[in-house]
């Protein structure tokens, strides 16, 4: 009989870590390329620091979870953990007042000739999408200071908001890869590539975290303490 999976043994860590460092880095390119291509003018900036916001925050996320994953403990002390604790509201914060004016724009008529039923399904997927990532970059939080018998239950929940993340994903994916006619300047063809190469990072790497702290949830141990911190 082979030996039970421990988080130590985790199959999905490192495909869960690579995606989402993967998923940095697109972040961080992203914004890079948005700036560019609007020469570094206009409303661009709003969308450009919104992406530095989340490469930053998932970069933290996912140093937290690598910790999590291998059943270690996090001291709420942890210079990394309260970046990670501070900076997630603010993001949800960004997101949701580009989101609102977006929102004030379509009601404005400025885009008529765009299907109603196409914008209320990307505005509904769009702000779903927004508090589901709050509630993953929470829920990590909370389990990553939990003591050991509330590991499960915590681990459940996150693995059940990274399950629906991915499918939120998935439309998002649809929508950036699909456009919708009459809303806004259609997309360049490169433009169109990388909303679709982030949509598509974003599914998969969501995919793999819910699988890792599924992993996570069946197979808990008791943790490792963490290393003492030198004053």
């Known amino acids: 009989m082979s030996a039970p999976a421990t988080p130590g043994h985790n199959r999905w860590r490192f495909p869960a870590l690579l995606f989402s460092w993967l998923d940095v880095a ?11 291509n609007a020469n570094f003018q206009g409303a661009a900036w709003f969308d ?3 992406m ?4 930053l925050v998932l970069a933290w996320w996912t140093t937290i979870f690598g910790r999590v994953t291998l059943g270690l403990g996090v001291p709420a002390t942890d210079g990394t953990l309260r970046a990670l604790a501070v900076s997630y509201p603010l993001l949800t914060s960004l997101r949701l007042v580009i989101w609102g004016l977006t929102l004030l724009v379509i009601l404005d008529g400025t885009f008529p000739t765009a299907n109603p039923v196409a914008l209320t399904a990307m505005m509904t997927l769009w ?3 927004i508090m589901a990532a709050n509630a993953v970059n929470a829920g990590l939080v909370r389990l990553a200071t939990v003591t050991d018998e509330l590991v499960r239950p915590q681990a459940e929940r996150l693995s059940d908001w990274l399950n629906l993340s991915a499918a939120l994903a998935l439309g998002m994916l649809v929508i950036n890869f699909v456009p919708i006619k009459g809303y806004g300047t259609p997309p360049t063809p490169t433009m169109n590539l990388v909303y679709a190469a982030g949509g598509l990072l974003d599914l998969v790497s969501a995919l793999f975290q819910f699988l890792a702290v599924r992993q996570l949830a069946q197979h808990t141990t008791p943790r490792t303490p963490p290393a003492p911190q030198e004053s």
């Open 26 to 36: 697109a972040c961080l390119g992203a914004a890079t390329y948005l700036l560019w």
């Open 127 to 129: 702000g779903a999408a």
């Open 48 to 50: 450009a620091v919104s």
């Open 52 to 55: 530095l916001l989340a490469g």
